[in-house]
């Protein structure tokens, strides 16, 4: 008896079925360590999973911001009388998780990608149309001198084939604009203040202005300027903002 179990033979496993157990036991670990490190690296975020009525309530309100922009767009603006000034200053004030996609559209459209960016625009009636639109999530006026040299000389940055180039070296400026007869930063000042015949490759050379969150000068209101908020047009009293978030 001993002698016959002795000599039976063993269950042959073939080569295939061994190499796929391996790999399905590799593949097994690698998503085992994933996991860990995405539960790991999650709660290195402060990651909170979000209930169903939070789903529920930014639905709700992104449509009523699509509404409420469309209806924006519809109100009557006052006609656009020649001002002291066509250059407007523009910051992104706020919008996030509330925002309609096409409303973030429109902000992408003026390049304010990041709440507390800036820009600078010439005035005309497709831009005012598009500042109606975001009104709740911008405020804007008409910086002055001042203002627009410290924000050029202090947070001034371009944008050359998707880099990021400070403003410390005319002969990137020279390179970039020296065929409209703009060679050095100063001229990117003049041809930004007097919204002059090559404003448009100039606003487009700087990027976005990066600027710091104002201490006590916004109230998270969004409500009018004119009416004691945030947004809108502040005129001559987007300087005031301007220094503080400079």
């Known amino acids: 008896m001993a002698t016959e179990e002795e000599s039976k033979p063993l ?11 391996r790999n399905n036991e590799e593949w097994a670990i690698r998503r085992k360590l994933q996991l860990e490190e995405r539960v790991k690296r999650l709660k290195s975020d402060n990651f909170i999973i979000k209930k169903p009525q939070q789903f529920i309530r930014e639905y709700r309100d992104k449509e009523l911001d699509l509404i409420q922009m469309k209806q924006r767009g519809k109100r009557k603006r006052p006609a656009l009388v020649t001002p ?5 200053f523009i910051i992104r004030i706020g919008g996030k998780q509330d925002m309609h996609p096409k409303t973030r559209k429109v902000l992408y459209s003026l390049r304010l990608r990041k709440i507390f960016s800036g820009v600078f625009v ?24 001042k203002s627009v040299k410290d924000l050029i000389y202090k947070k001034g940055v371009a944008k050359i084939n998707k880099e990021r180039f400070p403003l410390t070296d005319n002969n990137v400026i020279e390179q970039a604009l020296g065929e409209h007869g703009i ?3 100063e001229d990117i000042v003049n041809e930004i203040t007097s919204v002059g015949p090559h404003f448009k490759e100039v606003a487009n050379f700087l990027r976005p202005f990066n600027l710091n969150k104002p201490e006590k000068a916004l ?3 969004k409500r009018r300027f004119q009416d004691g908020g945030d947004s809108g047009n502040r005129e001559d009293q987007i300087n005031e903002l301007i220094s503080k978030m400079n």
Do not use: D, F, W
């Open 11 to 21: 269950n042959y496993i073939p080569e295939v079925v061994l190499k796929k157990r």
């Open 84 to 88: 002291k000034s066509k250059l407007l």
């Open 122 to 145: 010439k005035e005309n009636e497709a831009i005012m149309e598009h500042l109606q639109k975001v009104e709740p999530y911008v405020t804007y006026g008409y910086p002055n001198l």
């Open 183 to 185: 060679i050095c930063i």
């Open 219 to 221: 109230q998270g209101k």
